[in-house]
Nanobody, 125 residues
Framework: QVQPVESGGGSVQSGGSLRLSCALSGAAYTSHCMGWFRQVPGKEREGVATIDSAGLTRYADFVNGRFTASQDNAKNTMALQMNSLKPEDTAMYYC???????????????????WGQGTQVTVSS
């Protein structure tokens, strides 16, 4: 059973940083496109970043150079380093795995099959 598990969320002030981690059990990162997504109540889940089996990353426009996705294949973990956080970044953040080593360009959450339970990120002004 493929299961992503997120950690590292919390509360920070505007301009601060957080690092999210995602541990993947039941499979190797090299077999899956991995993604970070976020959702606030009443809104659709949106893509933040994806990273494919070769380490190629894609980011949503709103990231604007503030976030960096990375993976450690030896440890089977993925991270999202978030800097210059804004109040509008407040959301539940999810890690997900796709049944393909390749990521599409549109960061759609609809093609991701395996989801973590989410970790809350709260940014205060």
């Amino acid at each position: 059973q493929v299961q992503p598990v997120e950690s590292g969320g919390g509360s920070v002030q505007s301009g601060g940083s957080l690092r999210l981690s995602c541990a993947l059990s039941g499979a190797a990162y090299t077999s899956h496109c991995m993604g970070w997504f976020r959702q606030v109540p009443g809104k659709e889940r949106e893509g933040v970043a994806t990273i494919d089996s070769a380490g190629l990353t894609r980011y949503a426009d709103f990231v604007n150079g503030r976030f960096t996705a990375s993976q450690d294949n030896a440890k089977n973990t993925m991270a999202l380093q978030m800097n210059s956080l804004k109040p509008e970044d407040t959301a539940m953040y999810y890690c997900a795995a796709r049944n393909s080593p390749y990521c599409s360009s549109d960061l759609s959450h609809l093609v991701f099959r395996y989801w973590g339970q989410g970790t809350q990120v709260t940014v205060s002004s």
